[in-house]
């Protein structure tokens, strides 16, 4: 669908390294490029983050009234125009809620622009149509505060007790331009992109919050089967604890999710995060994932790709042997924890608790029976936790 309003530059921030691939980062209705703060600041490790914002939104200008109603397709041929200006021919997208949306137009109707892609609390239409109409008609004629209350109190969900947060995104709400947000309201109206789902290549993430009413789970749920039954690779995630605003919510969850999707392209990653998650579990990992920061950013991405995805997926060694070799090397380094850890690791391996006895006598002959004595310690509190002895 060609787009039906005037040419549109959508203001925006460019961060991270300038010869890194790219994200393009799409907020919220009612947002700004700082929804997403918590997840740039790991994702600009290692990545070209760029964050536009829509239509009187943030710092893009406001928009003159047109008689024709704005379509989802102009506001993805914003972000395109937004590429073309920056000279990014391909990029990562990644969206929540109307940016979500944009998104999906962007990979059905401008899919060689679009890499990986992500859709959070999102939709592929609205069954609410005329709500939309109706908020664009109120806050053309009462402004933005006419309806603040009634749509931030679906943002997040009874127990999120950052008043701080919640009080700076409801005056970033009353700052939108009405005319920019009733826009934004017409196109969501508008917009049906469920038939073309199919044409989507991925892959795809879909994430929904769990108790989001704005656009409750079974519309991603829907979003993420149209885009599978096309045949692409879609992974479908919902997060608990978290209502519309997910990635402000549940910051370390939604980073966790977006970068095990797009670190999936990076060299060694994909394979070194399902070795690490076969040896150490999910829980473990899921933990290690969603206590990154930008300061050991750098270094999870490093055992993830080298540790995990070069050494132990070699195959000169089997896993079961190279997990008595770590217990050896553990035990005589004095790494308690990570010891601890690597018992479990061992016996998801297929090392029995006969065998790992049999490596801790063995090295308490070549590294000390202190050792030895320690480590036994250590592996009988796991062993009895794993309701082995």
């Not at 070209?48 to 109603?69: I, K, T």
């Not at 980073?255 to 797009?262: I, K, P, S």
């Amino acid at each position: 669908m060609a787009s039906r309003t005037a040419p549109y530059l959508p203001a925006h921030d460019i961060t991270g390294p300038e010869d890194a691939p790219v994200v393009v980062l799409g907020s919220s209705l009612g947002t700004d490029r700082h929804m997403w703060d918590a997840q740039v600041r790991l994702l600009e490790r290692r990545y070209r983050v760029v964050r536009y914002e829509l239509r009187g939104h943030g710092r893009s200008g406001a928009p003159r009234a047109g008689a024709a109603p704005t379509t989802i397709a102009d506001l993805g041929e914003d972000v395109v125009r937004l590429l073309d200006h920056l000279g990014i021919g391909r990029a990562h997208h990644v969206g929540l809620s109307l940016g979500g949306m944009i998104a999906l137009w962007l990979a059905e109707h401008r899919p060689e622009r679009v890499g990986r892609l992500a859709v959070v609390c999102s939709a592929a239409h609205s069954p609410t149509e005329e709500s939309w109409l109706t908020r664009a008609a109120t806050v053309r004629e009462q402004g933005m505060g006419a309806i603040v209350d009634a749509v931030t109190a679906r943002w997040f969900t009874d127990t999120y007790d950052d008043e701080t947060t919640r009080a700076r995104l409801r005056q970033t709400f009353l700052a939108v331009d009405t005319e920019g947000y009733a826009q934004c309201c017409e196109a969501i109206a508008g917009m049906d992109l469920r038939p073309d789902l199919s044409a989507v290549a991925g892959p795809v993430l879909v994430v929904a919050g769990r108790q989001d009413t704005a656009l409750p789970p079974a519309l991603a749920e829907e979003v993420a089967a149209g885009i599978r039954a096309g045949g692409a690779d879609v992974r479908y995630e919902t997060v608990d604890d978290a209502a519309h605003i997910a990635a402000v919510q549940q910051p370390a969850t939604v980073t966790r999710l977006l970068l095990d999707h797009l670190d999936a392209d990076r060299p060694g990653h994909a394979t070194g995060m399902r070795v690490r998650r076969e040896v150490l579990g999910d829980a473990h990992v899921d933990r290690a994932q969603e206590a990154t920061t930008p300061l050991n950013a750098d270094f999870q991405d490093f055992i993830t790709r080298y540790a995990w995805g070069d050494v132990w997926s070699r195959p000169g060694l089997d896993r079961r042997t190279r997990s008595a070799v770590t217990l050896a090397l553990l035990m005589t380094l004095g790494h308690d924890g990570e010891f601890a850890m690597h018992v479990r690791a061992a016996l998801r391996n297929g090392l029995t608790v006969d065998e790992i006895r049999e490596v801790l006598l063995h090295v308490g002959v070549y590294a000390g029976v202190p050792v030895s004595n320690h480590a036994y310690a250590l592996a009988t509190e796991v062993l009895r936790d794993e309701g082995l002895l």
